[in-house]
């Protein structure tokens, strides 16, 4: 009998039934884009739910479209004299993909080995500081955005920064505890989700708005979405120009301008899943409870959550061959894995060019971080069976090694 496929990652949005009520609101109405009154519904939820003003909070079509109309609202399409965006290398694409439709020539940057972000200080000394418009810190796989940092950075540099902070949701609402004796009881805490404040001290800021993904793939999802979150009532009005063609409530094309609104039928997803979040909390933390279980026999180190977001399992291979050769085997067992950074954007070829210089952190990470599946209702069958193929594999490797 083959094999189950395992796949690296395994969402769940709303069932059918949980959207019925969203959906007929939206057959009422007859409103199906250009913030309509669930995306309104849904911004002004999640605004609540984050302990954040009113203003704070303005959702995207996607995590991409987030950055760009955050990037036009904060500084605007490149210009001749400033023609370029620090970005991290060690992230996914559309961090520097974003940059690139506002005309910006993205040029990367290597992170701190402790949090694999951006070092604020050296991207602060940069030599080309003097052609660069824009920057693009990154807060890694949900870990804890360096706001505080990144208003530092604009305010000594005089540049416009934004803080692509895409699995960044649970940062801002406040975790359940992971780490509980009590893995078999009946609750794991999750906090009450119309609690205001929840979110800690300097996760908002009025210079550097910061972005967040609602893909499928993230802990909170609309299917596709994304929103900016940004203590400036008026940064925001031009957040909301720049999804809706720079239209300012007319029909004329004033500033830089997209097509990054969420429809009603992505904000029914938004506004089911956060009907029902508090158990998808609570089922992550007794996923990630097995995992860190599972997973404590493991050679190198295994980076788990509450470090990371929910979505994510990553394992930090002792090197970068003993990867690889957990990697094969895995894909050998029909289980998935992913790179999900790869060795960065500056090796990739769209953005390779002699401009880029060797990033050894940031290769690093590449060489040896993994990540391994994970679902919030993950069997723990399917961790010990990664488990073991990844022990095994490496004993293979290792008594290879000893007879030659």
């Given amino acids: 009998m083959p094999r189950d496929f395992l796949p690296v990652c395994r969402p769940g949005l709303p069932a059918a039934e949980d959207l019925l009520p969203y959906l007929r609101q939206i057959d ?55 023609p ?45 500081l003097h052609q660069i418009g824009l920057i693009l810190p990154v807060a890694p796989y949900g870990r804890p955005p360096d706001l505080a940092g990144a208003e530092a950075l604009a305010a000594r540099t005089g540049i416009p920064v934004v803080l692509d902070a895409a699995a960044g949701f649970e940062q801002l609402l406040g975790r359940p505890n992971l780490h509980s004796p009590n893995l078999h009881g009946p609750i794991l805490h999750s906090p009450n989700l119309h609690s205001p404040n929840l979110h800690g001290p300097g996760l908002i800021s009025p210079t550097v708005p910061m972005t967040i993904s609602f893909h499928a793939t993230k802990t ?20 909301v120009r720049a999804a809706n063609f720079g239209f300012n409530y007319s029909r004329r094309s004033e500033s830089a301008g997209t ?32 995992w860190r279980k599972a997973s404590a026999t493991l050679p190198g180190r295994m980076h788990l959550p509450p470090d990371l977001a929910s979505v994510y399992i990553l394992w930090e291979a002792p090197d970068a061959a003993s990867l690889i050769t957990a990697q094969d085997a895995l894909t050998d067992a029909d289980i998935d894995t992913r790179r999900w950074y790869e060795a960065g954007l500056h090796v990739q070829p769209h953005f390779a060019a002699p401009r880029q210089t060797t990033l050894p952190v940031t290769e690093d990470l590449g060489a040896r971080l993994l990540g391994l599946p994970m679902a919030h209702d993950m069997d723990q069958k399917d961790m010990a069976r990664t488990v073991k193929t990844i022990q095994t594999a490496l004993f293979a490797q290792a008594s290879l090694q000893m007879q030659t």
């Fill in 28 to 82: 009422a109405a007859r409103h199906y884009t250009n913030r309509g009154p669930l995306a309104r519904l849904l911004e002004q939820r999640l605004a609540q739910t984050l302990g954040l003003p009113a203003h704070g909070l303005r959702t995207a079509s996607n995590g991409t479209s987030a950055i760009e109309i955050a990037i036009m609202a904060a500084a605007g399409p490149a210009k001749p004299d400033r």
């Fill in 84 to 128: 370029f965006a620090l970005v991290p290398s060690y992230t996914f694409a559309a961090t520097a993909l974003a940059a690139e439709r506002l005309g910006y020539i993205p040029i990367f940057a290597d992170v701190r080995p402790d949090t694999w972000a951006l070092d604020m200080d050296l991207a602060a000394t940069h030599p080309r």
């Fill in 220 to 239: 909170f999802s609309t299917g596709e979405g994304g929103a900016v979150i940004w203590d400036n009532a008026a940064g925001q009005e031009r957040v």
């Fill in 259 to 290: 097509n990054a609104k969420l429809s009603e039928f992505h904000a029914a997803v938004g506004l089911a899943m956060l009907d029902s979040f508090p158990q998808r909390r609570t089922d992550y933390a007794r996923t990630v409870a097995a």
